[in-house]
């Protein structure tokens, strides 16, 4: 029976906020992934900005990764500093220009009716 615990679905991972206590959760596979594109971090590697506050970043509640670091809400929070609150619409549409925003169908300017693919 050894071998269907293997196939068992693994639980999501609980992030919060470290500003507004915002709670979501995300499965392993993009925890995995947010560890590896944060893996210079010291404190710590599971983290990304909050999506409702914009000021505080997300981190998990409990936590241990592949090396084997434990990851603690109450630990972690008091390391990391937010981010400031004056500055929060600037980060928002920091890519925000006429260059960067597209748009698709028929009201982006490149779009063009008449093109037709060649299969």
């Known amino acids: ?18 500003h507004c206590y915002y709670e979501l ?7 995995r992934l947010l560890e ?12 990304e900005p909050c999506h409702i506050c914009h000021i505080g970043f997300m981190i998990p ?3 241990t990764d592949m090396f084997g670091n434990h990851y603690l809400f109450h630990e972690i929070k008091p390391k990391i500093k937010n981010l400031n609150p004056n500055t929060v619409m ?3 549409f920091e890519d ?15 779009f063009d009716s ?6």
């Open 96 to 110: 925000a220009g006429p260059g960067n925003i597209r748009f698709f169908g028929f009201l982006d300017p490149d």
């Open 61 to 63: 509640v409990k936590h």
């Open 36 to 47: 590896r594109q944060n893996s210079f971090d010291p404190v710590c590697t599971a983290r």
């Open 114 to 119: 008449d093109d037709s693919k060649d299969t």
């Open 1 to 18: 029976m050894g071998i269907f615990n293997f196939f068992k679905k693994k639980p999501p991972i609980l992030l919060r906020c470290t």
């Open 90 to 92: 600037q980060r928002i």
């Open 25 to 31: 959760e995300l499965p392993l596979k993009e925890v």
